[in-house]
């Protein structure tokens, strides 16, 4: 990872409102063609803004784009006080972001949880999405589920409840070791401090239920934008089956396997340099109608090949 911050390194922090009333916050800094990151389910606008673990990512990516991204609803700087986070409502958010920043075409990375919500946005505007990018994500996790998996859910389930509030982050710890179990301990403890800052115990248990009903898994042959997966082969928090999913199940994607246990990729493990790299160059492919990538345009012209 190169040093120094990106063009427009200053993010500056807006709100806006849902459909129902719901405030969201959203940060913008970089500078370039447009790319919406779709909201993961753990996102403080000002705490990730210096952090150990997302920092990279927000440096390489506002370098060659504007980079917008948002604190999902109940979470970080948008509102607390909800209970609604059905897909719908999540879409509705999206749709409310970019259009208050008056977004036209623009490209669309879907982190984490974010995959429902990102890919059904792509399907009902596909004139808008110019480039998808799943990255660690899912089109569902309601489909294949067995009992191990119900009884699994059920302890953390029952960990966010009695333990996320608490000041000893032995509870939290457990997620963040899910997802970074290559990091320091410094890197660690951010997480740990990152899951109770972003969201209360009531909230992400009540979100966590929800974003379980969320499916994209009957949309995936209508997404026409050129899309590229990027998937850790052995991390845990998102088994690296979902990726396969999605890999046979939309037009012409393309599957980048990355060889890490990471679920958020570290700034110095190679992996990283293997993502930004893949990103970087998928985004700058140009419009099925030709035009460059700054201006919008999306590549379907077979460049990218089913795995």
């Known amino acids: 990872m190169g040093g120094g911050s990106p063009r427009g390194s200053q993010q500056r922090?807006?709100?806006?409102?849902?459909?129902?009333?719901?405030?969201?916050?959203?940060?913008?800094?970089?500078?370039?063609p447009p790319l919406v990151l779709d909201s993961c389910w753990l996102s403080h606008l000002e705490f990730d803004w210096q952090s150990p673990v997302w920092r990279h990512y927000?440096?390489?990516?506002?370098r060659d784009h504007t980079v917008v991204?948002?604190?999902?609803?109940?979470?970080?700087?948008s509102q607390r006080d909800v209970t609604d986070f059905s897909l719908e409502r999540r879409i509705d958010d999206l749709t409310q972001?970019?259009?208050?920043?008056?977004?036209?075409?623009?490209?669309?990375?879907?982190?984490?949880?974010?995959?429902?919500?990102?890919?059904?946005?792509?399907v009902r505007h596909?004139?808008?999405?110019?480039?998808?990018?799943?990255?660690?994500?899912?089109?569902g996790v309601g489909n294949h589920v067995t009992d191990d998996d119900?009884?699994?859910?059920?302890?953390?389930?029952?960990?966010?409840?009695?333990?996320?509030?608490?000041?000893?982050?032995?509870?939290?710890?457990?997620?963040?070791?899910?997802?970074?179990?290559?990091?320091?301990?410094?890197?660690?403890?951010?997480v740990d401090d990152l899951q109770q800052r972003a969201v209360s115990a009531r909230t992400a248990y009540a979100a966590r239920r929800q974003r379980g009903e969320a499916d994209a898994l009957d949309v995936l042959a209508q997404v026409t934008a050129p899309t590229l997966i990027l998937h850790s082969r052995h991390e845990r928090m998102n088994a690296f089956e979902h990726s396969l999913l999605l890999a046979?199940?939309?037009?012409?994607?393309?599957?980048?396997v990355l060889d890490s246990a990471n679920h958020i990729l570290l700034a110095d493990e190679p992996a990283w340099q293997v993502f930004i790299?893949?990103?970087?160059?998928?985004?700058?492919?140009?419009?099925?109608?030709?035009?460059?990538?700054?201006?919008?345009?999306q590549d379907g012209g077979g460049r990218w090949t089913r795995c």
């Open 13 to 32: 922090v807006r709100f806006c409102r849902s459909i129902d009333g719901t405030t969201i916050a959203y940060a913008v800094h970089g500078a370039g």
């Open 58 to 62: 927000l440096v390489e990516l506002g």
């Open 69 to 77: 991204r948002f604190d999902e609803r109940g979470h970080g700087l």
């Open 97 to 122: 972001v970019v259009d208050d920043l008056g977004l036209g075409r623009f490209a669309l990375m879907a982190m984490a949880q974010g995959g429902p919500v990102a890919l059904h946005y792509t």
């Open 126 to 139: 596909p004139e808008r999405v110019s480039h998808l990018v799943c990255a660690s994500t899912y089109a």
């Open 150 to 190: 119900r009884e699994l859910e059920a302890a953390f389930e029952a960990m966010i409840r009695a333990g996320w509030d608490r000041k000893d982050p032995l509870f939290r710890r457990v997620f963040t070791t899910m997802m970074i179990p290559g990091a320091t301990e410094q890197q660690m403890r951010w």
């Open 248 to 256: 046979h199940g939309i037009p012409g994607a393309r599957l980048v």
């Open 277 to 297: 790299t893949e990103v970087r160059a998928f985004l700058a492919t140009p419009d099925v109608d030709g035009r460059p990538a700054t201006e919008g345009g």
